[in-house]
Structure formats: structure tokens, C-alpha cells
């Protein structure tokens, strides 16, 4: 067999790539390091404060519950999204009657934008005409429906709901894939020695698939600790700051108080805690043979 050689033609076919993700991703990263040693507002002169931002951020009480909820919200992104696309991916591993149309079904909300997720969720929330309220009703649990996304108890619970419904055909299809590549042969000796489709699903589906499952829920876990979309479009934080998270706080201390040194800490933080976060399980969810 011939030996895999580096060309160096070959750079120049990634030098357009290497050149965008520089302008876009390199320049401005850095810019972001670079000012949030600074107290600037966006406009005047900028005043180098050294590493004030990142100590202030540390007795940051609102920033500091941001990061509680993330993590929260991180570990029921695993429970649930990961989870429930684990369970509908085993048993749509063997071709059954329909499954083309289950596939396309739970993979269906995937494609549709989270912006219209985001106002969907509202309206199901809404307290006279949402259908939660109205299921709620109809089933006699009337002192059960409340304004949703208006209670600081339950607004946080109501809007990561979302996000979670609407990614669980992506870790669906990424389990499913990985499953179908499975030999059956495999199964087949198992079942011959008298295993059942729990032993089946945790003893061989899940080891043999553990390296996809780990990507799977480590996308969870940043998507969790990054995320600003759903939150901005449904409640902007509120009410008070009940779900608020580092990403909308971000947004506001640069965008609304104008604190731009301070916001592009955060920005920086949450990048890091991310980075972090993500080494710590990859270690803890990795197993020697």
C-alpha cells in the first residue's frame, strides 16, 4: 500500500477557507479578548482596567445565577434531548413498517426556525387561547394554567422546553445512523445467549455507540451554555431576570448599558466556561478498554 504524502498544492485549495475563517472568526475573537480589558462604552475613549472586568464578573450575582441555569439546562438537555433521541433511534433501528415516515416525522421541527418555534411555544403558552391552558381546562385542572412566560417560577421551565422539543429529531437522526451501523450479526449472538431487548439496548446498543452518544451530549451541553435565541425571543430575560442567561446578559450590558469592556468579558467567560465545561466531560465520559 502507498503512504498518504502532504502536497503542498493542497494549501492553496484551503487557503479562501483559511482566509474567511480568519477575517470572521480569528480577528474578531480577538478584538473580543483584547477589549474586555478595557472599560469602553462603545463611542469615547477606551480606559485599560487589566483583568477588573473578569474580578468583577466573579461577585457578578446575576451573571453567577445565569451560569447555574445553563448548567441546569444543560443537564436536562442531556436527560431529555439526548435521552428521548437515544430511545426513538433503538427502536427505529430495524426497519419496521412506517419507520421512513417516523424518521421524517421526528426530524421534521429540526428544519423549521427557531424563531417560529420560539413564537409557537409563545402562543401554546398564551393564558386564554394557548393549548396548554386550554388542555388544562378541559381536563379539569383549571388552577393549574397561569400565564407561563409571566411567572418567574415556571417561565425558565416553559422556555427551555423549546429548544429541547426542537432538537430532538437532530440527536435522533446522528444515534440512528450510528445504530444502522451496527452489524446485526452482533445482536444475533446476544439474542442466541438469551439477552433481552434491555440487555440488547444497554449491554450492546448503547457501548457500541458511546463515542456518538458523548458528541451528542456534549452538543447539548454547549448549545445549553451559549444559547441566547430562545430566551431573547420569548421572554428577553424576564420576568425580572428569571431567565436571564450569560448570552442575553451579555447582550444587555453591551447593547442596552452600553458597558462594552464589561460585555465583551462576559462574552469571553462564556467562550472559556464552554471550552472548560466541554474538556471536563469528554474526560469523565471516557472509558480505557
Same mark, same amino acid.
Given at each position: 500500500m502507498g503512504q498518504l504524502r502532504f502536497r503542498n498544492t493542497i494549501?492553496?485549495?484551503?487557503?479562501?477557507?483559511?482566509?474567511?475563517?480568519?477575517?470572521?472568526?480569528?480577528i474578531p475573537f480577538s478584538r473580543t479578548f483584547y477589549y474586555s480589558f478595557f472599560e469602553w462604552n462603545g463611542f469615547g475613549k477606551t480606559t485599560f482596567v487589566g483583568l477588573q472586568n473578569y474580578v468583577?464578573?466573579?461577585?457578578?450575582?446575576?451573571?453567577?445565577?445565569?451560569?447555574?441555569? #445553563?448548567?441546569?439546562?444543560?443537564?436536562?438537555?442531556?436527560?431529555?434531548?439526548?435521552?428521548?433521541g437515544l430511545v426513538l433511534?433503538?427502536?427505529?433501528?430495524?426497519?419496521?413498517?412506517?419507520?421512513?415516515?417516523f424518521s421524517a416525522a421526528f426530524f421534521m421541527p429540526v428544519v423549521i426556525?427557531?424563531?417560529?418555534?420560539?413564537?409557537?411555544?409563545?402562543?401554546?403558552?398564551d393564558l386564554d387561547a394557548g393549548l396548554l391552558n386550554?388542555?388544562?381546562?378541559s381536563i379539569g385542572l383549571e388552577s393549574w394554567a397561569r400565564i407561563w412566560l409571566g411567572d418567574k417560577h415556571t417561565a425558565f421551565y416553559a422556555v427551555i422546553a423549546a429548544p429541547i422539543w426542537h432538537t430532538i429529531g437532530y440527536f435522533f437522526i446522528i444515534l440512528l445512523a450510528g445504530m444502522q451501523n451496527i452489524s446485526e450479526e452482533i445482536y444475533e449472538s446476544a439474542t442466541i445467549d438469551g439477552a433481552n431487548a434491555w440487555v440488547l439496548f444497554s449491554r #450492546?446498543? #448503547?457501548?457500541?455507540?458511546?463515542?456518538?452518544l458523548q458528541i451528542c451530549m456534549i452538543l447539548a451541553i454547549t448549545g445549553a451554555i451559549k444559547n441566547f435565541d430562545y430566551v431573547f425571543i420569548m421572554t428577553k430575560g424576564g420576568p425580572g431576570t428569571s431567565t436571564? #442567561?450569560?448570552?442575553?446578559?451579555?447582550?444587555?450590558?453591551?447593547?442596552?448599558?452600553?458597558?462594552?469592556?464589561?460585555?465583551?468579558a462576559i462574552a469571553f467567560t462564556i467562550f472559556l466556561f464552554s471550552l472548560i465545561v466541554t474538556l471536563v466531560f469528554r474526560k469523565l465520559t471516557t472509558f480505557k478498554d
Amino acid at each position: 500500500m502507498g503512504q498518504l504524502r502532504f502536497r503542498n498544492t493542497i494549501i492553496y485549495y484551503m487557503l479562501p477557507a483559511l482566509i474567511l475563517y480568519f477575517i470572521f472568526f480569528i480577528i474578531p475573537f480577538s478584538r473580543t479578548f483584547y477589549y474586555s480589558f478595557f472599560e469602553w462604552n462603545g463611542f469615547g475613549k477606551t480606559t485599560f482596567v487589566g483583568l477588573q472586568n473578569y474580578v468583577k464578573l466573579t461577585k457578578d450575582e446575576l451573571f453567577l445565577t445565569g451560569i447555574g441555569r #445553563v448548567l441546569l439546562w444543560a443537564g436536562l438537555a442531556i436527560l431529555l434531548k439526548v435521552g428521548s433521541g437515544l430511545v426513538l433511534a433503538s427502536m427505529l433501528r430495524r426497519p419496521i413498517r412506517g419507520s421512513k415516515f417516523f424518521s421524517a416525522a421526528f426530524f421534521m421541527p429540526v428544519v423549521i426556525s427557531t424563531a417560529a418555534i420560539a413564537l409557537m411555544f409563545t402562543l401554546i403558552y398564551d393564558l386564554d387561547a394557548g393549548l396548554l391552558n386550554t388542555l388544562l381546562r378541559s381536563i379539569g385542572l383549571e388552577s393549574w394554567a397561569r400565564i407561563w412566560l409571566g411567572d418567574k417560577h415556571t417561565a425558565f421551565y416553559a422556555v427551555i422546553a423549546a429548544p429541547i422539543w426542537h432538537t430532538i429529531g437532530y440527536f435522533f437522526i446522528i444515534l440512528l445512523a450510528g445504530m444502522q451501523n451496527i452489524s446485526e450479526e452482533i445482536y444475533e449472538s446476544a439474542t442466541i445467549d438469551g439477552a433481552n431487548a434491555w440487555v440488547l439496548f444497554s449491554r #450492546v446498543t #448503547v457501548p457500541l455507540v458511546w463515542p456518538i452518544l458523548q458528541i451528542c451530549m456534549i452538543l447539548a451541553i454547549t448549545g445549553a451554555i451559549k444559547n441566547f435565541d430562545y430566551v431573547f425571543i420569548m421572554t428577553k430575560g424576564g420576568p425580572g431576570t428569571s431567565t436571564q #442567561v450569560p448570552a442575553t446578559y451579555m447582550y444587555d450590558t453591551i447593547f442596552v448599558g452600553l458597558k462594552y469592556g464589561y460585555g465583551t468579558a462576559i462574552a469571553f467567560t462564556i467562550f472559556l466556561f464552554s471550552l472548560i465545561v466541554t474538556l471536563v466531560f469528554r474526560k469523565l465520559t471516557t472509558f480505557k478498554d
